[in-house]
């Protein structure tokens, strides 16, 4: 199975908002609502901030939203802040019922 | 508070199994709604999921590690355990238990710390 497609790099200034992409096949992100975002300072555990394309567990910003269309899932934040600086990874279950991660995306606040 | 920690050897020499072991607590690892998975992260790249388990003990396998790869459970010590064979300095890498939430979208949720493990003679 392929990696899902991500930007290797996106930045923004403080306050602005950004969006990454992740892009599959109709196997995977296409094909199922079972995408999520993580995000990984650091040398830390990568940590969910959106589950089923577009939800948000407790205690997650409401800075951060995802949307899917077609093969495409995307994180959006908003009122960038510099603590958001760090890598995302997006993943998605697939038509094998196996997992695929995105290759991470990693942002930088100007 | 779900938690998960890796444990295992650090070093392994090449061409041989590499062994880790997850020990979960604050929840019991025969919840219905949870698989049990292994990922890692290569240094400074990206994520790969590698195998999850169910308590049950079905098991699935990322295709490109299945010939090397066997994932198993211990429901009576709340634990799942990795085993690759065959190691390369390929498989070097930050490795990461975690549980799998399907009802939440197949989300990994909780993770463990990771243990970096190399493969070095």
């Known amino acids: 199975q392929s990696a899902l497609t991500q930007p290797a790099s996106v930045s923004g200034s403080p306050g602005q908002s950004i969006t990454i992409s992740c892009t599959g096949t109709?196997?995977?992100?296409?094909?199922?609502?079972?995408v999520s975002w993580y995000q990984q300072h650091p040398g830390k555990a990568p940590k969910f901030i959106i589950y089923?394309?577009?939800y948000r567990p407790s205690g997650v910003s409401n800075r951060f939203s995802g949307s899917k269309s077609g093969n495409t899932a995307s994180l959006t934040i908003s009122g960038l802040q510099a603590e958001d600086e760090a890598d995302y990874y997006c993943?998605?279950?697939?038509?094998?019922?196996?997992?695929?991660f995105g290759g991470g995306t990693k942002l930088t606040v100007l | 508070q779900v938690q998960l920690q890796e444990s295992g050897p650090g070093l392994v020499k090449p061409s041989q199994t590499l062994s880790l072991t997850c020990t979960v607590s604050?929840?019991?690892?025969?919840?219905?709604?949870?698989?049990w998975s292994w990922i890692r992260q290569h240094p400074g790249k990206g994520l790969e999921w590698i195998a999850y388990?169910?308590?049950?003990?079905?098991?699935y396998y990322n295709p490109s590690l299945k010939s090397r790869v066997t994932i198993s459970v211990d429901t009576s010590k709340d634990q799942f355990s990795l085993k690759l064979s065959s190691v390369t300095a390929a498989d070097t890498a930050v490795y990461y238990c975690?549980?799998?939430?399907?009802?939440?979208?197949?989300?990994?949720?909780?993770w463990g710390q990771g243990t970096l493990v190399t493969v070095s003679s």
């Open positions: 109709s196997s995977d992100v296409g094909g199922y609502n079972h």
């Open positions: 993943s998605s279950y697939t038509s094998s019922a196996t997992l695929v």
């Open positions: 089923e394309v577009n």
């Open positions: 388990i169910y308590y049950s003990g079905s098991t």
């Open positions: 975690a549980r799998l939430t399907w009802s939440a979208g197949w989300t990994f949720d909780y």
């Open positions: 604050g929840d019991s690892i025969t919840s219905g709604s949870y698989y």
